[in-house]
């Protein structure tokens, strides 16, 4: 592949800072990509931190119970191991295509980002808040302006959580398919099939899947 050769080409450019997205970043950079994160809030953790950073989470594997605020604080350690780029209180306003294959993506300030692959982890919506009120809600209206019609608020995507733009993968509360989990650890999965099938997409020769454990322990 002709990919561009600039400093700002990323291997993922994720959009959304929330468990998904801060997941993906940990795994991604785990595989070797070069990755950023765009999220439209001026703090990471998504629908946890703006909804329920208080209440108790007891469905996290290996974890009894936990607070939001606790949950996003670990969460946040872990998607930070490996350095990615990370931009905050910028929204997505646009994602197309280049001759090289790349994707750019447009914020609402004008600038353009760029990346060989994209990951969509936006939750249920891009979180807003309400005109004169100190309250978030969830809109979906962005999303299917990127391009992305949305069924039963859902981006429709393959077994490897791709949509039908090339190259542009879901995971989280917005990907949709048959039996479809709206829980953390269905986000995790997601996250996961996503970034292995963009890395061997990136390189053909690479391994299907990698285990933290081979690459982590000294």
């Known amino acids: 592949m002709n990919w561009q050769q600039e400093p700002e080409l990323y ?18 950079g785990m595989r070797g990509m070069s990755v950023k994160i765009i999220d439209c809030l001026p703090f990471l953790g998504g ?6 950073p208080e209440k108790m989470i007891y469905d996290i594997g290996g974890i009894p119970k936990i607070s939001g605020a606790d949950f996003i604080s670990q969460m946040e350690e872990q998607a930070l191991m490996f350095n990615p780029s ?60 990127w391009g992305f019609p949305l069924e039963r608020r859902r981006i429709p995507v393959s077994n490897d959580m791709e949509t039908q733009m090339p190259h542009v993968y879901v995971a989280g509360d917005m990907a949709g398919y048959t039996g479809k989990w709206r829980l953390i650890a269905s986000a995790y999965t997601e996250a996961v099939t996503a970034v292995n099938h963009a890395k061997t997409y990136l390189d053909p020769s690479a391994p299907a899947q990698v285990y933290s454990s081979l690459l982590l322990d000294p």
């Open 86 to 145: 990370i931009i905050m209180n910028r929204t997505v306003k646009a994602i197309g295509g280049n001759a090289d294959a790349s994707l750019s993506l447009t914020l609402e300030n004008g600038d353009v980002h760029h990346s060989k692959t994209v990951l969509i982890a936006a939750g249920p919506g891009v979180i807003t808040k309400r005109e004169r009120k100190d309250v978030y809600f969830c809109d979906p209206a962005p999303i299917e302006a």
């Open 47 to 52: 629908t946890v931190t703006a909804f329920y």
């Open 11 to 28: 291997d993922m450019t994720i959009i959304g800072g929330g468990t998904a997205g801060m997941y993906a970043a940990y795994y991604a």
